[in-house]
Nanobody, 117 residues
Framework: QVQLVESGGGLVQAGGSLRLSCTASGTIFRPNVMGWYRQAPGKERELVAVFFSSGVTKFADSVEGRFTISRGNAEDTLYLEMNSLKPEDTAVYYC???????????WGQGTQVTVSS
């Protein structure tokens, strides 16, 4: 069992920055992928950025060049550095980890990010 806890959300003005953190407890077997997803009111949950245990990263087109994803050395922490934030980035941000062999995945409880115009 893996538990994920996000932190770092909050209210920021457009153009500002926030850094989200996700801490995992429990064993995360390789190969795996950790990622950030978000869900805005009335919309479906969407991928923001992912970081594979191989080191590969992928970003949604809407955040490419503005957001950076990184993992701690022990692979039990995940970060999302968000710069040049826009009102359309407002959403609940969720951390996710998935084992790529078993397809078991786990979700955090989410952290609210609100960007004011």
């Amino acid at each position: 069992q893996v538990q994920l806890v996000e932190s770092g959300g909050g209210l920021v003005q457009a153009g500002g920055s926030l850094r989200l953190s996700c801490t995992a407890s429990g064993t995360i077997f390789r190969p795996n992928v950790m990622g950030w997803y978000r869900q805005a009111p009335g919309k479906e949950r969407e991928l923001v950025a992912v970081f594979f245990s191989s080191g590969v990263t992928k970003f949604a087109d809407s955040v490419e060049g503005r957001f950076t994803i990184s993992r701690g050395n022990a692979e039990d922490t995940l970060y999302l550095e968000m710069n040049s934030l826009k009102p359309e980035d407002t959403a609940v941000y969720y951390c996710n980890v998935r084992n790529l062999r078993s397809n078991l995945d786990y979700w955090g409880q989410g952290t609210q990010v609100t960007v004011s115009s």
